[in-house]
């Protein structure tokens, strides 16, 4: 089925707030993580929300509804008074779900030393026989944030077959492990090409292609 282009969001999330309920849209599906990426040593909020534009949401016939809308991405700085404010909201990274046999579930880490992953689950309930998993790590630095490695993680689902990717890109290297069901892991090591680092802001789907 072919959707309609998405529609441009008419919401934004707010400047500031004491919690990620007060900065979300009213209806807006989120997920949150808080910790400190800038490293002040004060909790800053990353979210992700997906907005609930009814033209691009699809009903079925058993009443399940589709939601094509783009998921957003919101980063706040935290304060000494408990408030949270808006660094940067990022509204084309997370991709959005393509059509009604593709699932893309997104969440967020932020790990101890302040990196923030962002982490894509695809499910195709069709025309797939692989389950990947895809974390984008970024790290703070420079004033920005931007992408130091990438792991994908690829499940077939027959075979009970992991392939995973590891990626550096402050190393410029490469792992990958396959593992197989009652067989010991064969890993492989290489070296990436040296580039800059890519600052957040990119489409994460697109990135991946």
């Known amino acids: 089925m072919a959707l309609i282009p998405l529609q441009v969001i008419a919401q934004s999330f707010k400047t500031s707030g004491l919690s990620a309920a ?7 599906e989120s997920d949150f993580k808080t910790g ?3 490293k002040d040593g004060i909790a800053d909020l990353a979210i992700i929300a997906t907005p609930c534009n009814k033209e691009n949401m699809r009903t079925r016939d058993d009443g399940y509804v589709y939601n094509f809308n783009q998921p957003v991405l919101a980063i706040y ?21 393509p059509d009604e046999f ?29 389950q990947p998993r895809t974390t984008h790590v970024f790290s703070y630095r420079n004033g920005d944030f931007y992408l130091i490695g990438k ?12 392939v995973v ?20 892991p064969v890993v492989k090591r290489s070296r990436l090409p040296k580039a800059n680092l890519k600052p957040l802001g990119f489409n994460l789907e697109e990135y991946e292609e």
Not at 151 to 162: H, I, N, Q, S, Y
Not at 165 to 183: A, D, F, G, W
Request: glycine residues 6%.
């Open 22 to 28: 007060d900065v979300v849209p009213n209806g807006w």
């Open 36 to 38: 400190d990426l800038n």
């Open 77 to 97: 700085w935290g304060e000494k008074n408990g408030n949270y404010k808006l660094y940067k909201q990022y509204d084309n990274v997370i991709p959005a779900r």
């Open 102 to 130: 593709m699932c893309i579930d997104s969440s967020l880490e932020i790990a101890k030393n302040g990196s923030l992953r962002i982490i894509l689950d695809y499910f195709a309930s069709a025309g797939s026989w692989t």
């Open 151 to 162: 792991d994908v993680t690829e499940l077939e689902r027959t075979t009970g077959k992991t």
């Open 165 to 184: 990717t590891s990626e550096n890109y402050l190393t410029n290297k490469c792992i990958v492990t396959t593992q197989r069901p009652n067989h010991k």
